[in-house]
């Protein structure tokens, strides 16, 4: 069974910075995308990062020049190094992955349990 297991959340002043971990353990064939989305108390879930085994990245606009994610393929890990931050950054923090069970398989989501991340003003 596929499973998702974050870590690095906490409580930071505004400026500060965090780095989130997230693992993908079990049996899998291969990741397709690997990233974060976030949600805050109140609003839909939001992409923050999604990276691409190639390496490709996608950024929300509100975090662009401030987070940086970064994949270890060898590890299925994938890391959101979080600079700068804002209050507004305040939310649970969750690990995305798209992947297969098997070579010809259907892409499948996977979600971790969720980080919380609070930044005070």
């Known amino acids: 069974q596929v499973q998702l297991g974050e870590s690095g959340g906490g409580l930071v002043q505004a400026g500060g910075s965090l780095r989130l971990s997230c693992a993908a353990s079990g049996t899998m064939f291969s990741i397709n995308t690997m990233g974060w989305y976030r949600q805050a108390p109140g609003k839909q879930r939001e992409l923050v990062a999604s990276s691409t085994s190639g390496g490709l990245t996608n950024y929300a606009d509100s975090v662009k020049g401030r987070f940086t994610a970064a994949r270890d393929n060898a590890k299925r890990t994938v890391y959101l190094q979080m600079n700068n931050l804002k209050p507004e950054d305040t939310a649970v923090y969750y690990c995305?992955?798209?992947?297969?069970?098997?070579?010809?398989?259907?892409?499948?989501?996977?979600w971790g349990q969720g980080t919380q991340v609070t930044v005070s003003s």
């Open positions: 995305n992955a798209v992947l297969t069970m098997t070579p010809f398989g259907t892409p499948q989501v996977y």
